[in-house]
């Protein structure tokens, strides 16, 4: 057993004094209970730790090659999406399990306990299925197990370049699925997923409006069982204008008025969306999954987050495409695009929650449902993923409550103070360091230096 002695703790009923917490051999949060005399590691500040609800692992390689202006005077996410089809062109499986390594230590030193892998690089260069269908997978799998993150695996179904059903082309073809592929890919993933640790989860994920059908809609949520939904919808404009083209409806509107969305939804990005499509989603209990490093990065747009959040939507975060990963400033750039949109300040507080409070249990709650991850809050019974601050330095001032967490998230030295990070009573994170950080480091700077740079 394991026990953590904290200062503060936040707890579902508010912020609590002196607490201790013993996480079981299970991996779960056995007791909390009063501070008592005992041997147990000290916290100044015990968090529960979020689900990172969204990445792409492999282009975490790709940070800092996309930033040069190319031939289209008008570069855009579109352009962007060209560069890295070359890019994972050059990927082998060794690949990946490497550089989802350096993505899932990372995540861990920043504050994120697990992770939901929103998986489409299935096959190999070409569409070529591997041998084994669920090579890929596997790797992702690997990955988790060797730095010691919680999963979620969300195998990915993607059909087609388009609504129009067009053929997938270059790159995109190692995504490529048809319906009856992807349930037996599934199958494979799921089995691998069953070897990996006792809170690794699996999911569904057909990509998107535009590249699936629903036929492929059909097979997919055929395959959930108890697991996730998750599904980009409304990103671009030119995403809804295609859509809207095709169905007859905006792609937020299509999907609540043809598919019964509810909790076991997460729905990523909703950059593009109405009063009304924000309301409506709002309403069905689904996760709104934000990647706000990304949007900007990708000039995406901004997500409605006063109305969403007014009309109680559940929200999460993720890191998405990997250029920068950071929980805490994941959160600031969500709550500073509220900001500049509306030239306003402390957009997402409450009267009774300050911004910081605010941002950082809706995406502690909201990844735990997003993942399906019995986490999220500092009871007994859930997974014991958490974050141990410290307080004691130049950006914390021994502050308290909210306004340490306002300090985390606004200070821009969050990161600094980070000393611990459990997932699922995995103890990975000591002094600010994973655990095995410098082999993870060394594979990955090699494996970025042979793929080299030219795309």
Not at 43 to 58: C, G, I, K, R, W
Not at 197 to 225: K, M, N, Y
Not at 242 to 254: D, L, M, S
Not at 384 to 410: E, H, V, Y
């Amino acid at each position: 057993m394991q026990i953590i002695e904290a200062k503060q703790v936040l707890t579902p009923k508010g912020w609590k004094a002196d607490l201790q917490v013993h996480i079981g051999d299970d991996g779960r949060i056995e007791r909390v209970r009063e501070r008592g005399a005992s041997s147990a590691l000290t916290v100044d500040l015990l968090l529960p730790a979020p689900t990172n609800l969204h990445s792409h692992a492999f282009q975490r390689a790709m940070s800092g090659l996309t930033e040069a202006r190319g031939p289209d005077p008008s570069d855009s996410f579109w352009t962007w999406r060209r560069l890295m089809y070359r890019y994972l062109d050059q990927l082998t499986p060794d690949h990946v399990q490497t550089i989802a390594e350096m993505v899932f230590m990372e995540m861990l030193e920043t504050g994120y306990a697990s992770v939901a892998e929103f998986h489409y690089l299935h096959h190999g260069v070409g569409g070529a299925p591997y041998t084994n269908q669920a090579e890929m997978s596997e790797r992702i799998v690997a990955a988790a197990q060797n730095t010691g993150i919680g999963l979620t695996l969300l195998p990915v179904l993607y059909q087609f370049g388009g609504c129009n059903k067009r053929a997938l082309e270059g790159g995109q073809r190692r995504f490529g699925c048809t319906p009856d592929r992807f349930v037996e890919l599934h199958a494979q993933a799921l089995a691998a997923i069953k070897k990996g640790g006792a809170d690794f989860s699996i999911g569904v994920a057909p990509h998107s409006l535009r590249a699936v059908d629903e036929d492929g809609l059909a097979a997919t949520l055929s395959l959930t069982g108890e697991g996730p939904i998750h599904m980009h919808l409304a990103e671009q404009i030119a995403e809804v204008e295609e859509v809207q083209a095709h169905t007859g409806a905006r792609p937020t509107k299509w999907l609540l008025e043809n598919y019964p969305v509810d909790a076991n939804w997460c729905l990523i990005h909703c950059t593009q969306m109405s009063p009304d499509e924000t309301r409506g989603l709002a309403q069905t209990g689904a996760v709104a999954g934000l990647c706000p490093i990304t949007e900007l990065s990708l000039g995406d747009g901004i997500f409605n987050g006063i109305q969403y959040l007014g009309e109680g939507g559940a929200f999460g975060v993720g890191s998405d495409s990997n250029i920068h990963i950071s929980l805490f400033d994941e959160l600031r750039t969500l709550e500073y695009s509220q900001r500049l949109r509306d030239r306003s300040r402390a957009a997402l507080a409450t009267q009774v929650k300050s911004t910081g409070r605010v941002l950082f249990e809706g995406a502690v709650q909201g990844g735990a449902q997003a993942a399906k991850r019995a986490s999220g809050e500092i009871i007994e019974g859930a997974w014991a993923d958490l974050i141990g601050i410290s307080t004691d330095n130049p950006w914390l001032c021994s502050r308290q409550g909210d306004t340490a967490l306002d300090s985390l998230i606004f200070g821009g030295h969050g990161n600094d103070c980070i000393e611990h990070v459990w997932s699922a009573g995995r103890h990975m994170v000591s002094n600010g360091l994973h655990s095995d950080r410098e082999r993870i480091m060394r594979a990955f700077q090699s494996t970025v230096e042979q793929l080299g740079q030219d795309i």
